[in-house]
């Protein structure tokens, strides 16, 4: 039988022999994260890097069934225009609350210098226009990890080649502000050291008629799954049980949550296994949502933006080849669930 128990030290992880294929059914949880990057440059820095992470994570760890990375349209459509003075840069007035509340002021500056930010406007008047390099339009990326248990989020971490690629998300700069979202069920010790203290992650329940992990009868080899991100308003409950009963059930994921960063906005997210059929988009049409974004393989954006086009649903539904990551792994269909793990 296969030892669900983490590794404990880094090396061990490093060691730790990977692929297993049975998680504890009582630990179940996602992580959703929203990440404004400060230009396009920086999103796709951050998504080549995510996708070395996702190459990784797919070879080792089958009991992360979705660990997928975007650019958003659906908040992307809300940004107009990079910041044009220093009162309006970000990552700078972030500096100058660090200052207002102690932080060594030759730290706030070294932090800058990283960034690739002047430090000597920090002290510039807040109307002072910003160097034209600095007036780029920011980017939304979401990022949205399903992990089975506490293994397979320790696990998905354990090589030299995922710690390399993400030490590259982590540089100064790429980052001008996150919120994150949590559901479902991590052990306390991944809530209290990681997602709490690290990441600010806020809880969200799981709506009635929805379900985070449901392992998919079958699947299409080499369809790779197909991952639906959607942008609605109403209650988180209202919107939920709108969605087609065909849709929910057809899926190994399907949650609904307020958005963070987005006042009576709810996100929506649903992967399928296999391509929808036409009358599976038709129906998704008379849910409580306002836009859809279709993310799979490069082979298949043909086909399905055949089928949008063909409903008419060219301003309610985008369709995007997947950027980095993945929708389903492969081996989805082959994990197997323990019985939960006493505590």
Known sequence: MEQNKPAKSLQDLLNEPKGKTTYYSNQVFLIHVFWEAPSIQAAQTVLDALRRCGQATHRDTPCVPTYHFRISSLDNERITGGPKTVGDHTQLQDSLKKLKIGVPRPAVLADLARRGIDPQLLDADPDTPLPSKMQQQPVMLEFTELYLDERAFFEHAGSRDYLDAYGLVMQPGLLNKQATVRIGFPTAEITEKILEPMLKAKHEPIPSSCHLWRAPVSTRAGDGGVFLSMDATGSVDSVASSLPRSLREASTTCVAFAHPLQKDRIRV??????????????????????RVEVHCQEKHVEVIGQMIMSLQLNDFVAIRATQSGYALHEKAQSVTELAPEST
Do not use: F, K, T
């Open 269 to 290: 997210l649903v992967v399928l296994p296999e391509l929808p059929s036409i009358e599976a988009l038709q129906v998704l049409s008379g849910a409580l949502v306002d």
